[in-house]
């Protein structure tokens, strides 16, 4: 398993690969809130284009897996990044590609200066909201602290405690 942090200049050759992975998928819902904005190449490319830290997730040289970590998603405070756009190809689940994923996406946020690490769960990815509550994330309710329209549930990671 190896892990990889994309530079801003390489991240564009990792649309293709990403979107192959992504697209086609029955679960796509999962990943992507919105159901009235579906995810297309030009989504994908957005999303990888624009974010802090692109990081990619290969087994025995093949693509299973990537995330972003953005600030473009949402209104977030100054101390906070989005752990967004978390996938793993549905063939390497159950495996704890996830988990290993997203405890890079934490150290790399601490890394870059954030004290707070935020998350999006769609409705329904009952896999995800159980591998937060495992990584000691907490649930939190909206009630306006994030500006964001869509259906989901939100948690959070304070990236202080240094147990990760």
Avoid at 30 to 59: F, N
Avoid at 140 to 153: S, W
Wanted: charged content about 25%.
């Amino acid at each position: 398993m190896e892990f990889e942090v994309v530079g801003s200049r390489d991240r564009v050759g990792w649309v293709e690969p990403c979107t192959s992975l992504f697209l086609g998928k029955t679960d796509c819902s999962l990943v992507c809130s919105r159901q009235d904005c579906p995810v297309t190449e030009s989504v994908i490319h957005r999303w990888i284009t624009t974010c802090e830290s692109l990081r990619i997730l290969r087994v025995s040289g093949s693509l299973i897996g990537f995330a972003t970590l953005s600030r473009q998603e949402c209104a977030l405070q100054p101390h906070e990044i989005e752990a967004c756009h978390l996938y793993i190809d549905p063939k390497a689940r159950k495996q704890y590609f996830g988990s290993q994923l997203l405890l890079s996406l934490q150290r790399d946020a601490k890394s870059l200066g954030y004290r707070r690490l935020v998350g999006r769960v769609a409705r329904g990815n009952d896999a995800c909201a159980a591998m937060l509550s495992r990584l000691s994330w907490q649930h939190v309710a909206n009630q306006g602290l994030f500006v964001c329209d869509d259906p989901v549930t939100w948690y959070e990671r304070n990236l202080m405690d240094a147990s990760f």
